[in-house]
């Protein structure tokens, strides 16, 4: 696996498309054999899975998509975005206001999200020699639902439903398809190609390769370039998002049919089955697969993973957080090629650069409620009211928690104690209040503390040269880590480097601020 490192950007994308078209056609590589570039092909391709895995931990790492709906999406196939008023789009909720991803608040993407699946995401992902089975196995179920003749009385099993998210999880969730279905997506536009070829020109020689020459290869090492680019900048809009309106078609005409034409009993409808998807995804398990996935590997296995950070995301920001502003509508009603001449448009394929370290700013005046409210909780289970230390004092003696003002020792004990109230954001805002008091309790007698340096004293003695040191370092060591394919520990590098880079802005705008 070493040698491909010594290799351009260039001759990995060559060889991934050659692998994709190769797959397409039904043209058997012998990933085995030495005398070949067959070996060659196959470790870019898993460089590429490894990659984009990455990719994929990074983009859904925003905010903590509850599992169910994670795992959901890794079994798409298919997305349409649908623009709804705020009416319609309150009968799809299952939770009002809420975001189906996340379940913060949300109130201003207009947007729905379509799905359908069934995607075989472990396969798309697996060994290189397994590649052409599992695409032979997706177009052909594929190819069935697309040109189904029957009438449906009901939804069919592979329409997931209709999820409202917020703008900042509807964004990520077309972004973390996109890199689901790379590599298919691929395989599926050289297939597109090769039939329109074959019905013009006749069959194809077997040494002549449709989709790779240097135009394709410039043209997926952009599009891999802009994918990167969007997993490290929230600002940026995905590609566009490919649509088979042929098949959605048919999907609207079921839908339409079930509800006897009325909007409200469709949304009805589509509540209940985008319902009963998270629930049979949260078992672990595929409404489709009769051997059900169990346990999915823990629901992301080594594909998608949560690192500390993301315990310091505001639970409830989504109204002056990013969550809540409106979605880019750039680049998201693409139109896609045509699929085998029959009217399917196609969808854009990428490869990921190796460098992603993102620079994001947090929001600004983003609520701190939720995380306080669960440390809260952490240290109430670790520390009991009665065996409680002594709380220091700002002016250097320490005080027994029983000294306290009643009122006081109420809000620690209850701090500690947890509050269980599910839309107990009010609650915990005092909560937080109440600690502040517990923490900095009055100096005592006539002793007051000595004032400290003032903001401007230390914005303008605050030099970051060694926590810049730290930062090349661990950019270093995540670059190592890529090389060595240990994508998970890579994972946490990022998002150290990530916190690092926002501490240093921070730094850098209170400095001017005091100046």
């Not at 870019?44 to 925003?62: D, G, H, M, N």
């Not at 880590?481 to 998970?488: N, S």
């Amino acid at each position: 696996m070493a040698r491909i490192h010594r290799l351009d950007k260039e001759t990995k994308a060559h060889a991934i498309l050659t692998c994709a078209e190769c797959t397409a056609r039904e043209a058997d590589l012998e990933f085995d054999d030495e005398e070949t570039d067959a070996p060659l092909i196959g470790e870019c391709l898993q460089s590429l899975f490894s990659k984009v895995k990455y990719l994929k931990r990074q983009a859904a790492s925003e905010y903590k998509w509850t599992p169910e709906f994670q795992r959901m999406l890794e079994h798409a196939h298919s997305v349409r975005q649908r623009r709804v008023d705020f009416e319609n789009k309150e009968r799809l909720r299952s939770r009002k206001m809420r975001c189906m991803a996340c379940g913060t608040w949300e109130r201003r993407c207009p947007f729905t999200l379509d799905i359908l699946g069934e995607f075989d995401h472990k396969s798309w992902f697996g060994p290189s020699d397994g590649i052409q089975a599992t695409w032979k196995t997706f177009l052909n179920d594929y190819t069935a639902l697309r040109d189904s003749k029957a009438d449906f009385s009901e939804l069919p099993e592979e329409d997931f439903g209709s999820f409202t998210l917020g703008a900042t999880c509807f964004r990520r969730a077309v972004l973390y398809h996109q890199l689901n279905t790379l590599f298919m997506e691929r395989v599926w536009s050289a297939h597109a190609a090769v039939q329109e070829y074959e019905k013009t020109d006749g069959r194809v020689e077997e040494a002549e390769l449709l989709t790779v020459d240097d135009k394709d290869v410039k043209t997926f090492c952009d599009l891999l370039a802009r994918l990167e680019m969007c997993c490290a900048d929230s600002a940026r809009a995905p590609p566009e998002l490919a649509v088979d309106e042929e098949m959605w078609e048919k999907i609207d005409d079921v839908r339409a049919s079930v509800s006897k034409g009325d909007p409200a009993a469709e949304a009805e409808v589509l509540q209940e089955r985008s319902q009963a998807t998270l629930n049979a995804f949260a078992k672990a398990e595929s409404p489709k697969s009769p051997k059900g996935h169990q346990d999915e590997e823990d629901a992301s296995d080594n594909d998608v993973g949560w690192s500390d950070e993301d315990d310091d995301q505001p639970e409830d920001g989504s109204e002056d957080g990013e969550h809540s502003g409106p979605p880019s509508e750039r680049g998201q009603r693409g139109q896609r090629g045509q699929r085998g001449g029959r009217g399917r448009s196609r969808r854009a394929c990428v490869v990921i650069s190796d460098e992603s370290d993102r620079d994001e700013e947090e929001p600004v005046g983003a609520p701190v409620e939720g995380p306080r409210r669960e440390r809260g909780r952490e240290r109430g289970r670790k520390r009991g009211r009665d065996n409680a230390p002594a709380v220091a004092s700002e002016c250097g003696e320490l005080d027994d928690p029983a000294q306290l003002p009643n009122d006081t020792r109420r809000a620690a004990n209850g701090f500690e104690n947890g509050v269980d109230d599910e839309d107990g954001e009010q609650a915990a805002e005092e909560q937080a209040v109440d600690i502040a008091r517990v923490q900095r309790p009055q100096p005592q007698r006539a002793e007051l503390p000595r004032p400290g340096p003032s903001a401007a004293e230390v914005a303008s003695n605050y030099r970051a040269s060694s926590e810049r040191h730290a930062l090349y370092r661990l950019m270093t060591l995540q670059v190592q880590l890529m090389r060595e394919r240990r994508d998970q520990q890579a994972a946490v590098c990022t998002e150290n480097i990530m916190l690092i880079q926002r501490l240093l802005t921070r730094v850098e705008e209170l400095r001017h601020t005091a100046e």
